[in-house]
């Protein structure tokens, strides 16, 4: 009786160890499957008002093009209205060749502007941002924007995801 007690408990032990095992290798696969999806958004040196801009980006994974990705979006706004995303435009992209996700755009005011990519290939989830600067900038709002995004990443390192006034 008592052999078959200490057998029964051995067992469970063992099914519950490998059980542990396996959940864990399942975790380091997905964490390390993760980290290979890279997006590199391309913009043109320089956007003027009112005319057709294409915008790009480049998916790799493991350094091999993506050319089957579930998602491809494009998210523009005007950097005057923040970190917050006010008024963001979403445009799906189209996969032109060897990884390379294509949208056309046209911006009807200078000024500064965020493009953010959300990219998502199975369970990989990228969202790379890059600034623009469209037409005419003055120094004086380069510098506001810039600063605004400083005090939005300073922010966010120390733990303070929330607004700053």
Same mark, same amino acid.
């Given at each position: 009786?008592?052999?078959?007690?200490?057998?029964?408990?051995?067992?469970?032990?063992?099914?519950?160890?490998?059980?542990?095992?396996?959940?864990?290798?399942?975790?380091?696969?997905?964490?390390?499957?993760?980290?290979?999806? &890279?997006?590199?958004?391309?913009?043109?040196?320089?956007?003027?008002?009112?005319?057709?801009?294409?915008?790009?980006?480049?998916?790799?994974?493991?350094?091999?093009?993506?050319?089957?990705?579930?998602?491809?979006?494009?998210?523009?706004?005007?950097?005057?209205?923040?970190?917050?995303?006010?008024?963001?435009?979403?445009?799906?992209?189209?996969?032109?060749?060897?990884?390379?996700?294509?949208?056309?755009?046209?911006?009807?005011? &200078?000024?500064?502007?965020?493009?953010?990519?959300?990219?998502?290939?199975?369970?990989?989830?990228?969202?790379?941002?890059?600034?623009?600067?469209?037409?005419?900038?003055?120094?004086?709002?380069?510098?506001?924007?810039?600063?605004?995004?400083?005090?939005?990443?300073?922010?966010?390192?120390?733990?303070?995801?929330?607004?700053?006034?």
């Amino acid at each position: 009786m008592i052999k078959k007690v200490a057998v029964s408990i051995m067992l469970a032990f063992v099914l519950v160890s490998s059980a542990a095992c396996t959940a864990s290798t399942d975790t380091q696969k997905k964490q390390h499957v993760s980290s290979q999806l &890279n997006a590199e958004i391309i913009t043109p040196e320089s956007i003027a008002l009112k005319q057709e801009t294409v915008l790009q980006v480049r998916l790799t994974d493991h350094n091999e093009p993506v050319t089957k990705a579930d998602l491809v979006q494009f998210e523009i706004w005007d950097a005057k209205k923040g970190q917050g995303k006010e008024g963001s435009q979403m445009i799906p992209a189209q996969h032109e060749k060897d990884g390379l996700y294509t949208v056309t755009t046209t911006f009807d005011q &200078n000024g500064v502007y965020f493009v953010q990519t959300h990219v998502s290939v199975g369970e990989q989830h990228v969202m790379p941002k890059k600034q623009l600067i469209v037409g005419e900038v003055s120094a004086e709002e380069l510098k506001a924007v810039q600063e605004e995004m400083l005090k939005h990443e300073q922010g966010a390192s120390e733990g303070h995801g929330g607004h700053h006034h």
